[in-house]
């Protein structure tokens, strides 16, 4: 048991029926949709597989959109007090020369919100402001029934063999989402990349200027994100199969040789000597862009939301601030449903309220399929851009392509997002 939730509620074969709102995935996308919910007066369960919250992954780089977010649920001042506003972009070649730099005071729509920020914190300051008991650990979904009755009530089964029955079924439970697979929507494919990160600790400080450096080499990147004044945020993503690789471990003398054999002698070597983990885990990236629309991401009163909806590579480091930004509106959406506004169309109050919760999360798909699916083809063509892994097309990709990207007028314009307000929340 940890921060508000409860353990395995482990009566084994039993039957929870308080859930009105099942949320499936104790991740960020899932735990801000709890606490959005919250916040408009309605109450959630958060279901999650792992016995603690599982943050993997060390940091995040969370953007305006991510902080829009934040603000709305009255939290982003105290992740501004936490972790430092980074104020400039350069992005390097495996030489270290600047191929394009960025000051964000320069880019419009300011004053700009990028920070690093520690996962575990994200989610133990999320899972803070819930209600105790709302996330049940250790409740793995394994299951999914609908009810004959026309009720719209849907079973879920529970790795330890109990049954919930839920009005609404949020499937937040990351890309390998069971829900998804429910649903019928594809499994998320490599892409051809892999990757390792962690958050680097320099107990008497870093030193380093407020400024993300991104380093493109030859079908490899890496990055390091001053997250605080002692820890550092890093990645380093390679061109290879995902064969064998997804889960595997890495040694820190293996990842620092092989990032010093693809960067010259740069900062990344000892960046990586100070992360504390004596191993790094490998993942594969993968993706799925939802070429079929939004329809299929709803059954009835299920869906699915942040990477179980729609997997992106993490190029433009934008999955879990696109998870935060479907929390916020999905509750919005749900309270709508749950809770009509006074200027309701008559039409729709006489709906059954299963099929006003259906509509609601029909049209919370629509609106989000556009965004969603322009930043995932986006990220993934990005990606596919920095990797080549040929030297002509890096050249090219060197003079043309980056200065194309990374520019005052592109760099940030996808995270003036606004996400809007809660109900009751004044604009
Ligand atoms: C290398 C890398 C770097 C990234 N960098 C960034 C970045 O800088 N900025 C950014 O915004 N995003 C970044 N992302 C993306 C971001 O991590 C994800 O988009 C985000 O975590 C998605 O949140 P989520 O809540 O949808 O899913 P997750 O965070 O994956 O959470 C899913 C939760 O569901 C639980 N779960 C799974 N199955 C079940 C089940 N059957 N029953 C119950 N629980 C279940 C899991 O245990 C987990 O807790 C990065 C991703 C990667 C791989």
Known sequence: ?????????????????????????????????????????????VLEQSDTLRAWGAGITLWNNAFSVLDVLGLGDRFRSMYINLLAWETLNSR???LAKVEFADCEGGPHDLRAVDRKVILEVLAGELPEGTIRFSSGVIGIKKSE???????????????????????????????????????????????????????????????????????CRAAYIPASPTNVSWFFVWND?????????????????????SFPPTLLSSIIDNTPQEKFFKYAIRHRLNTNGPEPLVNGTVTVAGDAAHPCTPNMGQGGCMALEDGLI????????????????????????????????????????????????????????????????DYFRDRFMIPLIVNKNKLLAHTLFDVGKLPGQSS
């Open 1 to 45: 048991m940890t921060i508000n939730g409860s353990g395995a509620l482990g009566d084994g074969n039993g039957l929870h029926d308080e859930g009105d709102i099942v949320i499936v995935g104790g991740g960020i996308g899932g735990l801000s949709c709890a606490l959005a919910l919250h916040r408009a007066g309605i109450k959630a369960v």
């Open 96 to 98: 270290g020369e600047v």
């Open 149 to 219: 009755s026309r009720t719209g009530i849907t079973e879920l089964e529970l790795q330890d063999g109990s049954t919930y029955s839920a009005k609404v079924v949020l499937g937040f439970d990351g890309i390998n989402s069971y829900v998804a697979s429910w649903l019928g929507l594809p499994k998320p494919q490599p892409v051809g990349h892999i990757g390792i990160r962690g958050m680097a600790i320099f107990p008497e400080g870093h030193k380093l200027d407020y400024t993300v450096r991104l380093f493109v080499g030859k079908g």
């Open 241 to 261: 199969s995902p064969e064998g690789t997804n889960g595997q471990q890495m040694s820190k003398a293996e990842a620092m040789q092989h990032a010093s054999t």
């Open 330 to 393: 999905l509750a919005r959406k749900l309270h709508d449903a749950l809770r009509p506004p006074p200027n309701t169309d008559q039409d729709m109050l006489k709906l059954p309220e299963h099929e006003r919760i259906h509509r609601a999360l029909v049209e919370f798909q629509y609106e989000r399929h556009d965004r969603t699916n322009f930043i995932s083809t986006r990220s993934y063509r990005i990606g596919r851009m920095i990797h080549t892994g040929w030297t002509v097309l």
